[in-house]
């Protein structure tokens, strides 16, 4: 263990330069994000509420205490400390079921036998099984979703902080920093059955970890995003199909600009990371020339998909770890009119997946991708996917070329780096 610590810090230099922060005072909560540390460094950087001042720094240990820390001040610099788990949920899916509502009623009512694959439920009443879902759902929302307004710092006490069961919205705001937070999955206790949903149905639910829509300048780094207690592997079946309970891990959507996310840990999950949520022209023109997001030493651990899928934005995804499981999807989608540029990442994939999944096309755009590893050799990712898949090429040259980066290490160091740096409890 020494000797790995030993190689990190030889590898990095100095813990400073591989975390980048501009300056390390002695409490890590007014630390703001360095100078070219990815496009949240861009123009006037990203300071949270590093000047906040003695009134607006708030100590939570609860989900209450949190989201009233939020509401405080406006858009005063504020700083919010975390200490131990603070759980969205402490009552249990109970809590916000509707009077009435009864699951197995509706299993029984809207079972594929029963109501068929060729009407949805949006019609349905509010006294219905699906009308009453509806009214628990809405319940849910509202106590597990928490506001994060502008000039915020929201960060981890110690190295066993976390949030639980939370939907985090940086919505429509300026200037935010997370970091040091484990982030629990949070689960959709009322989750959709839609009969129209492929050929066979599906179940469909709500509530991303965190959620940066029509922001700009947002940091989140040293945060573990999992799904912890509830893996979907634990998920029953109904109707045949995995009753999902999850969405996304992080979503970077609707206009949103310059985030950077370092030196996170993300596991655990399907749909793990969306940057642009749709490929409609009215989403587009908001979305066209932002969406300029980068990811650096982040360890993606056992997921599906979606590390990250991207439509729109010029997205810079370097020095992360890959590690995939026999229930690997792909990482890197290739949305409409994506710029990914993909460099210096390294990947272990099990026996029996070859490099030709870590692409997917999902139109036709063309990206940089260089100087990255498959299990420990160089490989050229868009010739691996063109070669298996020659109907569907992609092109390579993304159109831009990144220079908002700090250390770029070589790909061959960055397993080890990731995996003493990376998630909750390792800010240094």
Known sequence: ?????????????????????????????????????????HGTGTTGGAA?????????????????????????????????????????CEAFAAPGYDFDAYLDTYAPETWGLERDLSAEPDDSPEGLRRASAAAQDTAVKANIPSNTTVIGVGRNAGIKGAGLQIKGVHNVIVRNLTLESPVDCFPQWDPTDGSRGNWNSEYDTAVVHGSTHVWLDHNTFTDGEHPDSAAPTHFGMLYQQHDGELDIVKGADHVTASWNVFTEHDKTILIGNSDGESTAAGDRGKL???????????????????????????????????????S????????????????????????????????????????????????DLIAAHNAELPGTPLRSGAGWTPTLRTAVHPARAVPVLVKYGAGAGRIR
């Open 52 to 92: 906040a001042d003695a009134e607006h720094v708030y100590t939570v240990t609860d989900w209450a205490g949190f989201k009233a820390a939020l509401a405080d001040g406006g858009d005063a610099p504020k700083i919010i400390k975390v200490k131990g788990t603070l759980d969205a949920v402490s009552e249990g």
């Open 332 to 379: 890197f989608g290739i949305g409409k009119e994506s710029q990914l540029v993909a460099e210096h990442n390294a990947f272990t994939l099990p026996e029996g997946i070859g490099p030709s999944k870590i692409l997917k096309r999902w139109n036709d755009s063309p990206l940089t991708a260089a100087h990255n590893l498959v299990n420990g050799e160089r490989v």
């Open 1 to 41: 263990m020494a000797g790995c610590a030993a190689l990190v810090l030889a590898l990095t230099g100095t813990g400073a330069q591989a975390h980048s922060p501009s300056h390390h005072p002695r409490d890590p909560a007014r630390q703001t994000l360095g100078a070219g540390d990815g496009w949240a460094s």
């Open 292 to 330: 300029k997001a980068t990811f650096h030493h982040n360890l993606f651990s056992h997921l599906v998909e979606r590390a990250p899928r991207v439509r729109f934005g010029q997205v810079d995804v370097y020095n992360n770890h890959f590690v995939a499981d026999t229930g690997y999807s792909y």
